[in-house]
């Protein structure tokens, strides 16, 4: 095997290909990544079993071939190489040698044959949207997905298309978020629970342009994206996911309309006086024409008032200031609208179309005031 290719092409397809390589695994195989060279293209493959991602690279074919290289030694090398192209050719031995410019590196490759192949699903008819509109929802749901394996159903997100809507859901057992857009066209009605890990690694390629599409194929078992010159394989997790509609109550006692930066930034501050260790809420009190946050701490207290719009009861409410940062960050409305139903039940931020709707249950803060 034998390419020539422009450093930046070589990197921009490794550090893709990386995302899906097993740090530590019990096959050595899959710390690699697999070039595979035929007549008309480039390719490089990952696999960690439950990812996997085949991505083209452009460049010059002399010979072709495949090897399996140890990602993460190629990956370095590659990162450090002068910016020129750089020709990787192979033995018979599986000895790659990698130049650039004045710069040559030989490294023991293996052979290909025991890289397990990524699956293969039927395309039928894909569902299309615009790399902006999945980089934008992964980013407005998946920070409540639950980062601990004690329930697998909670560490993924559940993708639900019925018509032209497609609605992703994820939650943690403290917290709901759920996004939904309009497709462009309509489709057979499609409900999936994609792993966090792969919608992390996802948005981390996606170029997050309106105008660049992508498509996504499923079956039983796997979810397929295709976009630019990639395919992202990964298994979906299987069960039923949660029924949350029973608990997107419509009714509340209080609805206060505020200005998102402020209200962002006001407990961003508060936030500096609470020690991850010490888990104190964030005391919300509500009265006729401004919003009062509290928090005591064995720093300090801080107490601010923000003007705010109100409908209906006074309230005073405690929550966990982080489920309230990382829900405001991601909301792009200038003003938010805040739903309340009374100090034990859950409070609702979302717009009037329901486009975005976020659930955060309060916290006891008895002796916290």
């Known amino acids: ?16 290909a990386l995302k899906a390589v097993s740090a530590k695994s019990t096959m050595p195989i899959l710390e690699c990544i697999v070039i595979e060279v035929t007549s008309n293209q480039i390719k490089l493959i990952s696999n960690d079993m439950e990812l996997g991602i085949e991505t083209i690279i452009n460049g010059e074919i002399v010979e072709e071939g495949v090897i399996a290289i140890n990602a993460k030694i190629f990956s ?9 192209d750089v020709t990787i050719q192979t033995d018979d031995n599986f000895k790659a040698t990698i130049t650039c410019e004045k710069s040559k590196f030989e490294i023991l490759g293996k052979t290909s044959e025991e890289f397990p192949s990524l ?28 980062d601990n394996e004690s329930n697998k159903i909670m560490t993924g997100e559940l993708f639900e298309i019925e018509k032209n809507e497609l609605r992703v859901v994820s939650l943690d057992g403290h917290r709901i978020s759920i ?40 079956s039983d078992k796997h979810i397929l994206f295709e976009f630019d010159k990639t395919t992202v394989l990964s298994r979906l997790i299987e069960g039923e996911f949660f029924k949350i509609d029973q608990m997107l109550s419509n009714d509340y006692e209080t609805k206060v309309t505020i200005n998102k930066k402020e209200f962002l930034n006001c407990i961003d501050r508060a936030t500096l006086l609470v020690k991850e260790s010490e888990k104190k809420p964030i005391i919300v009190n509500i009265t006729d024409s401004d919003l009062e946050l509290k928090i005591n701490s064995s720093i300090g207290s801080m107490n601010e008032e923000i003007d705010i719009r109100k409908e209906g009861k006074d309230i005073l409410i405690g929550f966990n200031p982080k489920f309230l940062i990382d829900a405001l960050r991601v909301i792009d409305d200038e003003e938010v609208d ?10 609702f931020i979302r717009d009037k179309e329901e486009n975005y709707v976020y659930l955060i249950l309060p916290v006891n803060f008895s002796g916290a005031v």
């Open 338 to 347: 805040i739903y309340l139903f009374n100090p034990k039940a859950p409070c």
């Open 76 to 84: 370095e090398i590659v990162r450090k190489l002068p910016e020129n």
């Open 1 to 16: 095997m034998k390419i020539v290719c422009s450093k930046s092409d070589l990197l921009n397809g490794v550090q893709i």
């Open 179 to 218: 996004r939904k857009i309009q497709l462009n066209q309509e489709y057979e009605d499609t409900k999936v629970i994609v792993p966090g890990k792969t919608l992390i690694e996802i948005s981390k390629i996606l170029s997050g342009e309106v105008s660049d599409e992508l498509q996504i194929y499923t």
């Open 119 to 146: 699956p293969t699903i039927t395309k039928n008819k894909p569902i299309i949207l615009s790399q902006f509109s999945l980089k934008e929802v992964i980013r407005q749901t998946v920070f409540s997905i639950a």
